[in-house]
Nanobody, 126 residues
Framework: QVQLVESGGDSVQAGGSLRLSCAASGYPDTKSCMGWFRQAPGKEREGVASISTRTGSTYYADSMKGRFTISQGNAKGALYLQMNSLKPEDTAMYYC???????????????????WGQGTQVTVYS
């Protein structure tokens, strides 16, 4: 059974940085598309960044380009999101996501995701 567990969410002042982590377990030994999504109160879940674990190709939402970096860890199943220059509008619940037996060719919409973590809260105050 696939499990995704996020950590690293916190409250941070605008302009600050955070690093989110995701630990995946129970996943099949195949190619995958992993990513980060976020959802603010009253808003739809939106894609932040994704990575094709087989090729290393990355994809970002336009508003995150240059500020956020998605990466894989040396440990199998580890995924990270480095967030810099945080803004109050980045405040949201951040979710780790994964789909297997596929690469990423783009930042997938939420309905294409097979597995979700429980989320970690990021709050940016001014």
């Amino acid at each position: 059974q696939v499990q995704l567990v996020e950590s690293g969410g916190d409250s941070v002042q605008a302009g600050g940085s955070l690093r989110l982590s995701c630990a995946a377990s129970g996943y099949p030994d195949t190619k995958s598309c992993m990513g980060w999504f976020r959802q603010a109160p009253g808003k739809e879940r939106e894609g932040v960044a994704s990575i094709s674990t087989r090729t290393g190709s990355t994809y970002y939402a336009d508003s995150m380009k240059g500020r956020f970096t998605i990466s894989q860890g040396n440990a199998k199943g580890a995924l990270y999101l480095q967030m810099n220059s945080l803004k109050p509008e980045d405040t949201a619940m951040y979710y780790c996501a994964a789909s297997y037996w596929r690469d990423c060719a783009y930042l997938p919409p939420a309905h294409e995701i097979h597995y979700w973590g429980q989320g970690t809260q990021v709050t940016v105050y001014s």
